[in-house]
């Protein structure tokens, strides 16, 4: 038997949820989450500035692209088109490593191609470290770092995760060492 509460949510957050997400299609959720409308930190993000721990709407706006499934998929790819052929300049590449997650979500281990082919991409270099993290997430994995990945830091939102330490070994020493593990 489940107890059944009613759910009361702020007024802010509900008004928050429907401006975000809800009834809007693929392409404006994608467009949304790489700031190419009038929304929240814009003008902060597009200078490079962090809106780390600010309510923003990425998150409802990415429950929602995860929501509509395999739907989404051709806003996303057309987006990541974009950022493949333009790079930096692409009007996708702001926040584009957040649609590299929902892609991730959204398509499990069949996303793992299509992030591994952006990886190897010159033009896309500065979006290593999110692919990555990506990548790792579409197989399940904590960790996966690329060979092309050098082990600079990168400043996160999140703050350090677990798996930095194994990241910032480098390609060469995790084959040693996950061989060394397994004798």
Same mark, same amino acid.
């Given at each position: 038997?489940?107890?059944?509460?009613?759910?009361?949510?702020?007024?802010?957050?509900?008004?928050?949820?429907?401006?975000?997400?809800?009834?809007?299609?693929?392409?404006?959720?994608?467009?949304?989450?790489?700031?190419?409308?009038?929304?929240?930190?814009?003008?902060?993000?597009?200078?490079?500035?962090? $809106?780390?721990?600010?309510? $923003?709407?990425?998150?409802?706006?990415?429950?929602?692209?995860?929501?509509?499934?395999?739907?989404?998929?051709?806003?996303? %790819?057309?987006?990541?088109?974009?950022?493949?052929?333009?790079?930096?300049?692409?009007?996708?590449?702001?926040?584009?490593?957040?649609?590299?997650?929902?892609?991730?979500?959204?398509?499990?281990?069949?996303?793992?191609?299509?992030?591994?082919?952006?990886?190897?991409?010159?033009?896309? %270099?500065?979006?290593?470290?999110?692919?990555?993290?990506?990548?790792?997430?579409?197989?399940?994995?904590?960790?996966?770092?690329?060979?092309?990945?050098?082990?600079?830091?990168?400043?996160?939102?999140?703050?350090?995760?677990?798996? %930095?330490?194994?990241?910032?070994?480098?390609? %060469?020493?995790?084959?040693?060492?996950?061989?060394? $593990? $397994?004798?």
């Amino acid at each position: 038997m489940r107890l059944r509460l009613p759910l009361r949510l702020p007024v802010w957050m509900a008004l928050a949820c429907s401006a975000y997400g809800q009834g809007r299609t693929p392409s404006d959720l994608v467009k949304f989450i790489t700031f190419q409308v009038d929304r929240p930190g814009r003008e902060a993000f597009l200078m490079g500035m962090s $809106n780390c721990g600010q309510e $923003n709407g990425d998150d409802e706006a990415v429950r929602s692209l995860v929501g509509l499934g395999p739907s989404a998929i051709p806003a996303i %790819e057309r987006a990541f088109l974009s950022v493949e052929s333009e790079g930096a300049r692409s009007p996708f590449a702001p926040n584009s490593s957040t649609l590299f997650d929902v892609y991730a979500r959204i398509k499990g281990r069949a996303a793992f191609r299509r992030l591994e082919r952006m990886l190897h991409r010159p033009r896309l %270099e500065f979006l290593v470290d999110p692919l990555d993290r990506a990548i790792a997430s579409s197989l399940a994995l904590t960790s996966h770092v690329s060979v092309s990945r050098g082990t600079g830091r990168t400043f996160d939102c999140r703050g350090p995760q677990p798996r %930095e330490s194994l990241d910032q070994l480098g390609p %060469e020493s995790r084959t040693s060492w996950a061989c060394a $593990n $397994n004798h």
